[in-house]
């Protein structure tokens, strides 16, 4: 199973910088119950969120808050930057990671869940200007909690802020914002 998760990962991620290269390219690769890259892809960044949060009970969602902190106190803080700006940054924390490790971040994006076999993977997923490509972090909450009972609808917009770091599942290297905080509406 994690080289499962390994490959839909590695997956998504090619196929966000290959359809980038040309825009009459489709992507198709079928990843979980017969759903392309597209299907997750689309379907999580085109659910209406204001519409998703009128659902969720405020008081479910421990973790998620409107208080949402200021950048300053942030080492890299990618909600001040353009949407071309904000991918650039995040391909460079994926491809030099060691440059981020242990440094603070806050980023805005769209909420994106991977129920996993043995664990959930919870990410905010980053578009470029256009729209073609995405980008994904995951993070890992500051507290344990109930899925899907204390989380927002996928497609939620959300802000997100915690520690880069790194971390392997067999010989693979993921990349994950830990002691994570996760704010709604943002």
């Given at each position: 199973m994690k080289?499962?998760?390994?490959i839909i990962f590695a997956l998504l991620f090619v196929f966000s910088l290959a359809s980038c290269g040309n825009a009459g390219n489709t992507r198709s690769g079928t990843v979980q119950n017969g759903k392309s890259v597209d299907d997750i892809l689309s379907s999580a960044s085109s659910q209406d969120s204001t519409a998703a949060k009128a659902n969720v009970p405020v008081e479910k969602l421990r973790i998620f808050s409107k208080n949402i902190p200021d950048g300053k106190d942030f080492a890299v803080d990618l909600t001040t930057l353009n949407q071309t700006m904000v991918y650039t940054r995040v391909s460079d924390m994926v491809?030099?990671?060691?440059?981020?490790?242990?440094?603070?971040?806050?980023?805005?994006?769209?909420?994106?869940?991977?129920?996993?076999e043995a664990r959930n993977y919870y990410a905010c997923l980053?578009?470029?200007a256009t729209a073609c490509c995405s980008q994904g972090i995951e993070f890992l909450p500051k507290k344990k909690l109930s899925y899907p009972a204390d989380y927002p609808p996928e497609g939620t917009n959300i802000v997100v802020t915690g520690i880069f770091d790194t971390y392997y599942e067999g010989e693979d290297m993921f990349f994950q914002l830990k002691d994570a905080s996760v704010y709604y509406g943002g």
């Open positions: 080289k499962t998760i390994c491809t030099n990671p060691k440059d981020y490790e242990g440094k603070s971040v806050k980023m805005k994006g769209t909420y994106a869940v991977y129920e996993g980053i578009s470029d």
